[in-house]
């Protein structure tokens, strides 16, 4: 099975850099999405890692450690429409029935102040 | 990117009675949907995988007598939430994997349940 971890809540400032940490312990792993939802929508895909190492998309970056169970999303150039849930969801790896299960965490609600 | 549509947006039903959610991949054929449960300020909780032409697995917990899976086709999974009840009352969302390597799901707009 899968436990994540994930700030509650985080406050940011229109235009800073805010950093959202992931912590995981799995009984198997291939993969790690961050996804963004906003209040009463379904969420939106924003990144993948599989790979240790950093994945950067614009505004988006997203890093991995596999050793250490971790991961962060990093916001740049924060917007007010930032605001939302951030979903970090990892991915198991296949089993012999070919399923492949993705939890998630419970998310961690960004507020953006101006 | 690969499109998911859910439908209804909303429902309001009177306990007891039988509710179905539909849900269509509209540019991809999707073998494989999942079924997700979402109460408030809680996360996604997977309720089962929607497979094509069989039958769907159910997460521990999930009665599966009461959520009533079809994945009739590449593009329609359904959900029926039969004899609901207040306590079914939840934001549902399906979603399907992309045809990307990374395998991202990519979710419906979701069904908000209210069962009165």
């Known amino acids: 099975g899968q436990n994540i971890d994930q700030p509650t809540e985080m406050t940011a400032t229109e235009g800073a850099i805010v950093q959202i940490n992931c912590t995981y312990q799995?009984?198997?792993?291939?993969?790690l999405f961050w996804y963004q939802q906003h209040a009463g929508e379904a969420p939106t895909f924003l990144s993948y890692n599989v790979l240790d190492g950093l994945e950067e998309k614009g505004r988006f970056s997203s890093f991995l450690s596999r050793s250490k169970g971790y991961s962060y999303l990093l916001l740049k150039e924060l917007q007010m429409k930032a605001s939302a849930s951030y979903l970090c969801?990892?991915?198991?790896?296949?089993?012999?029935?070919?399923?492949?299960?993705?939890?998630f965490g419970t998310g961690t609600k960004l507020q953006v102040i101006p | 990117g690969a499109v998911v549509s859910q439908h209804p947006s909303w429902v309001i039903c009177k306990s007891g009675t039988s509710v179905k959610i539909e849900c269509r991949s509209l540019?991809?054929?999707?073998?494989?949907m999942f079924w997700y449960r979402q109460f408030p300020k809680q996360s996604l909780m997977l309720m089962a995988t929607?497979?094509?032409?069989?039958?769907?697995?159910?997460e521990q917990g999930v009665e599966k007598d009461k959520f009533l899976i079809n994945h009739a086709s590449l593009t329609l999974s359904t959900l029926t939430v039969t004899s609901a009840h207040p306590e079914d009352s939840s934001f549902y969302i399906c979603?399907?994997?992309?045809?990307?390597?990374?395998?991202?799901?990519?979710f419906g707009e979701g069904s908000r349940l209210t069962v009165l």
């Open positions: 969801a990892v991915r198991d790896k296949l089993d012999s029935g070919g399923y492949q299960k993705v939890t």
């Open positions: 540019d991809f054929q999707a073998t494989t």
């Open positions: 929607s497979n094509e032409g069989s039958k769907a697995t159910y």
């Open positions: 979603s399907a994997r992309g045809t990307s390597g990374r395998g991202e799901l990519f």
């Open positions: 799995t009984s198997g792993f291939n993969g």
